[in-house]
Each structure stands twice: as C-alpha cells, then as structure tokens.
C-alpha cells in the first residue's frame, strides 16, 4: 500500500505544474480555470474523507492548495515587465562569474532578481563580490530575451541589469549582509585561503568537492567528468551534508534534545548558505532537518517518507523546483539509495564489496529516467568509475574541510604538507573521471549496462530471500553485530 506521505509528494507536486498552466504569460491568471480546479479538487477531497473517514484527505487540499497557490502567486510575480533605472543598494544573490569579456552577476534590488553583466574596470570591481553582500550600483533594466526567458524565470531572475557603476564599499552601509553570509563567506575565503597551494585545476576541483565551487573548474575537466559519470562528486549533495554533521555531531552530543535540534537545523541553513542553495543540498537539508525535527518529536519514519516530506516542504518554499533537473536527479539518487541499493546489495550476497557497489548502482538507476531523458545514456563505464572514485572522493571530501581550514592559518610549506593527501585525492578521483571519460563503448553497451544488468540484479535480488549471515550489513545504513568469539 502507498504511503501517505508518497501520495501527499506526487499530488503537490502536481498541484504546482498546474499552476504553470492556471498563469498565461501577458492575460496572468486564469480566473474561471482556477475555479474549476479548486472545486474538483474539494470535491474529491470529501469523497475520499466520506469513504475513509478520516482528516487526512483534507489535510492533504490543504498542502494540494498551498502548493498550487505559492506556484501561481511565483509564476505572477515574475510574469510582470521590467524596465526602467536602478540607482541604490542590491543584494549579491550568487558569486560573480566571468563571461567572455564582463562579468555576470546575480543581484536582488529589494522587488525583483535581476541578471547584472558589468564590463572593464566596472567588472573587475564587481568581480570581487561575494554572495550575501550589499553593493550600491547605477545601471537600467531591461526585459530578457524571449528565447531565454521561461529558463531564468525559473530561476527567479525576472530582467537583466546593465550596470554602468558600482561602489562595492558604500558609505555607511554594512556590505557583508546577514549573520548567516557573513558566516558562510568567511568559511569560503577560508578554504580558498587553504587551497592556495594547490596547482590551479586541482584547487578547482578541491572547491567543487567542498562547495560545490565549479566556476574555475576548465571545460576539459567538466566534460571529463560529465562523460565518466562522476559530475555528481563536483555537485554538493547529502553525502557533504552527512560528513557536515558528522564533523559537529561531537561538539551537540552532550547537549539536550531540543538544543541538539536547534542546532542542527542552524548548521544546515548555514551550509546551505555556503553552497548557494544548491537544488540538491535544498533537498538534503530538509531531509536532515525532517529527520531532526522527527527526532525531537519522536516520530520515526523510513527514509522514503522523510524524502517525500523533503519533496513537500520544498516545493512549497520553492516552487520553480519543480522544473529544476537537479533537484530531480537528486531525488532520483535518494530513491534509488533507499529503494533499489538494498536489493542489489542481497542480490550480491552482502559482504564489504557488496556495501560499496549496491549504493552505487542503486543511485544511477535512481537517476536514470531523468538523465536519460535530458543528458542521452549514462556511460557504460559510469559504475566501475563511481566504485574507484566514489570512496575515495567521499574520503576528501570528509578529510579535505577541516584540513583545509587548517591549512588556511598556516604558512605556504606547513599548508602543503597538510594538503597532501588531499591533493593526492583530488589526483586519482581525477585521473578515474579521464580515463573513463576517453574509454569508448558503443551506444547499445551504454543501454545494455544502464538498464538490463540493474533490473537483473533486483529482480533476482527480490527472490533471494535466504537470511542475511551475521555480520553482513542488510543496507547501507546499517550494520549487523558481529559474531562473537567463541
């Protein structure tokens, strides 16, 4: 039987692609649609609740509505023209990035989120801005082009800003924003600080461990990573947030339930501040911050469940989510860590082998009907190079955040020393992604792979039903006890 909170993720879900449709581009909302769709969904609503009787189904309207709602009230406001003069402060929304000859930037004037490109002495000031501060600027906004539009509306960018000054230091104004950027830009200047010493591609790549930091990486190492089926370790996910709160889980284990809550749930803000929010870390912080909040309150769910409340929770603070291919493909990965991971684990007999490549083969089938669709088939040799780079990435990425804060305090030789292991790291999960991404398969190996030899492992896998030997992990996650001596 579904679970409650799967059908409760699907229907809001839908209720917000709907809204794309409730919201014409130039007429705005369709008033009589809307309607409609409220009373049909009302009225299935008490249908379900006078067949069950229960609440629930209300319950469920109600996040139906809210979620339609907060998609229509976003798809409204960004629909609205925007032309005119900027003369005052913005907010840095994302780090600078150099395009061509300008700079791009994305910047909140206190309305609306704009595109801001700046040129020549003009850029190279800007350049220097980081996300989270306040920077007084003279320009005009424009309209986006129409080819353009529909993918940065849902990005919450609604114009372009072509700034023509800017004063990164504005006079009685404190630039660096909120406790919480002050905070996570610090921590990023640290660990830039702490990678100085590195040769620049692996600085780059170190960044993109750490923070999801892929601006400087070069176009080699990006396409060697996409073609190895190993982008993902250069993308911020839940395995940083585990490493994040494994790394303060000494410092919250004395303290009370509900501190040990408070705090978690500001460390996770604080690290999704520090990665831009990306789509899968947004993802993974409510799955932590669930499971948390779940923990305080005593309510013990699977894992799938806690995904499923993530899913809600984040598509109703965001809406746009929904049509983010990243925020997909990490959802994809979870499902495919929690559902089909343990039955490709027994379908291999468990042991230490087993508890590596079964999480591996689970996410990239998890992933596979969206990365299929938009990026064609993964790699055949996607796995064997998750297997090789995969632990030792996760190892880096562990180590590599307090080794390089370290190296940040120290002097260039004691900073090397500290950062060589980590650059020894950073090397080999590079050298697999190269290799990999130069070994070429014919196209149907790549389908071969990607689907016939999964599906075999968890359809025999679901008839293997012999007990687990003591010792072996079932999962992932857990862990048997050991035998005991004799």
């Known amino acids: 039987m579904l679970s409650p909170l799967f059908v409760t ?3 809001v879900v839908l209720s917000v692609w709907w809204s794309d449709v409730l919201v014409h581009p130039v007429r705005g909302v369709d008033v009589r649609l809307l309607w409609f769709s409220s009373i049909t969904a009302f009225v299935l609503a008490v249908v379900a609740a006078a067949r069950r009787r229960r609440v629930l189904p209300f319950v469920v309207l109600v996040l139906v509505v809210v979620g339609c709602g907060r998609g229509v009230t976003e798809w409204s406001v960004q629909s609205r023209p925007i032309v005119g003069r900027v003369n005052g402060l913005v907010r840095v929304v994302d780090d ?3 395009r061509g000859r300008g700079v791009r930037v994305v910047v909140d004037d206190g309305r609306d989120r704009l595109e ?13 801005v980081a996300a989270g501060e306040l920077v007084e600027v003279v320009g005009t906004r424009r309209s986006i082009e129409t080819s353009s539009s529909r993918r940065r509306l849902l990005r919450h960018v609604t114009g372009r800003l072509d700034i023509e000054r800017v004063d990164v230091r504005p006079l009685g104004v404190e630039r660096s924003g909120g406790g919480l950027d002050r905070a996570a830009n610090r921590v990023r200047d640290a660990l830039e600080n702490g990678a100085r010493v590195l040769p620049s591609d692996d600085r780059a790549l170190l960044l993109g461990f750490l923070v999801g930091d892929d601006r400087f990486q070069s176009w080699d190492t990006i396409s060697a990573f996409r073609e190895s089926g190993l982008a993902h370790l250069t993308a911020v996910s839940g395995q940083n947030v585990a490493f994040v709160l494994a790394i303060v889980s000494p410092l919250v284990s004395r303290m009370s339930r509900g501190a040990r809550v408070v705090v978690t749930v500001v460390v996770l803000a604080w690290f999704a501040v520090l990665t831009r929010a990306e789509p899968s870390v947004v993802r993974a912080v409510f799955m932590a911050g669930a499971a948390s909040i779940g923990t305080l309150l005593e309510w013990r769910r699977r894992g799938l469940d806690v995904l499923c409340l993530a899913i809600v929770l984040g598509v109703i603070v965001d809406p746009f989510l929904v049509w983010n291919i990243g925020w997909w493909l990490s959802i994809g990965g979870c499902v495919g860590l929690a559902v089909i991971a343990p039955h490709v ?3 291999l007999g468990g042991g230490r082998l087993a508890t590596i490549v079964s999480p591996t083969i689970g996410a990239q089938l998890g992933v596979l009907p969206v990365s299929a669709l938009v990026f064609g088939w993964p790699s055949a040799w996607s796995v ?15 180590v590599g955040l307090p080794a390089t804060l370290v190296a940040s305090f120290l002097s260039d030789l004691p900073a090397s020393l500290v950062m060589a292991p980590i650059v ?3 090397r080999w999960v590079d050298l697999v992604a190269r290799v990999g991404s130069r070994l070429d398969v014919p196209s149907w190996m790549d389908a071969t792979v990607a689907i016939v030899v999964p599906m075999w492992l968890i359809v025999s896998g679901r008839h293997r039903t012999a007990p687990t030997p003591t010792g072996v992990a079932t999962s992932p996650y857990e862990r048997s006890p050991r035998p005991r001596s004799r």
């Open 9 to 11: 993720a699907i229907l």
């Open 96 to 98: 600078p990035e150099f």
């Open 116 to 128: 801001a490109y700046a040129f020549g002495p003009v850029g190279r000031r800007l350049s220097r």
């Open 345 to 347: 684990e027994r379908r």
């Open 384 to 398: 064997p190079c998750n297997v090789l780079a995969g632990p030792i990435a996760g190892l880096t990425m562990l």
């Open 424 to 426: 020894t790291g950073v």
